[in-house]
């Protein structure tokens, strides 16, 4: 199984603050990597795939970077309706695993 | 428009079965793999298994295998989770969600979820 590592757990931010989440893949998985935003009682959302293309219709502030086994999501200036849940999650292989998640608090 | 509805919530007993389901729309059906997505409550998204409604090639995560069986009827364009004896711990949202066709097979459009309760 391939593993993925997220980091932080949890995060305290400002509007307006920049933020960066990382998530860390137990093998090489390319850049089979996508980010997905989940607010409370809702279903996920795509935001980024392929380690850092924009889903359609997500704002630019979303971006997402890769570095070997090391991936990336930033938000250049944190937005009240970003305040959530995101994970991280590989499509290398058909059976997909998810990161544990970082959940972006309002300080 | 593409959509994925899934079936009402349930409420069930210990050692009852459930089939629930994701009925898809506005896309080829048989073309996309469907995933499901266990979340327990309060906790992260955890991958439970894959479906080829196409062929109906079936894959299951090591967790989930023996656990739950996932089905399709391309003919009705839905996907199933089903269980033959549940447990409490099986209380949670279960979401289908479709494997999408872009470079990186992200899973690009999702169900409401289905909120499962087993409870004696």
């Known amino acids: 199984d391939i593993q993925m590592t997220q980091s932080p757990s949890s995060l305290s931010a400002s509007v307006g603050d920049r933020v960066t989440i990382t998530c860390r893949a137990s093998?090489?998985?390319?850049?089979?990597l996508n980010w997905y935003q989940q607010k409370p009682g809702k279903a996920p959302k795509l935001l980024i795939y392929?380690?850092?293309s924009l889903q359609s219709g997500v704002p630019s502030r979303f971006s997402g970077g890769a570095s070997g086994t090391d991936f990336t999501l930033t938000i250049s200036s944190l937005q009240p309706e970003d305040f959530a849940t995101y994970y991280c999650q590989q499509s290398y292989s058909t059976l997909g695993t998810f990161g544990q998640g970082t959940k972006v608090e309002i300080k | 428009e593409v959509q994925l509805v899934q079936s009402g919530a349930e409420v069930k007993k210990p050692g009852e079965s459930l089939k629930i389901s994701c009925k898809g729309s506005g896309y080829s059906f048989t073309s996309h793999w469907i995933a499901w997505v266990r979340q327990m409550p309060g906790k992260g998204l955890e991958w439970m298994g894959i479906?080829?409604?196409?062929?109906?090639?079936?894959r299951y995560s090591p967790s989930f295998q023996g656990q739950v069986t996932i089905s399709a009827d391309k003919s009705i364009s839905t996907a199933y989770l089903q269980w033959s004896s549940l447990k409490a711990s099986d209380t949670a949202m279960y979401y289908c969600?479709?494997?999408?066709?872009?470079?990186?097979?992200?899973?690009?459009?999702w169900g409401q979820g289905t909120l499962v309760t087993v409870s004696s």
């Open positions: 479906i080829y409604p196409g062929d109906s090639d079936t």
């Open positions: 392929a380690a850092s």
């Open positions: 093998q090489s998985i390319s850049r089979s």
């Open positions: 969600a479709r494997r999408g066709q872009n470079v990186a097979y992200s899973l690009d459009y």
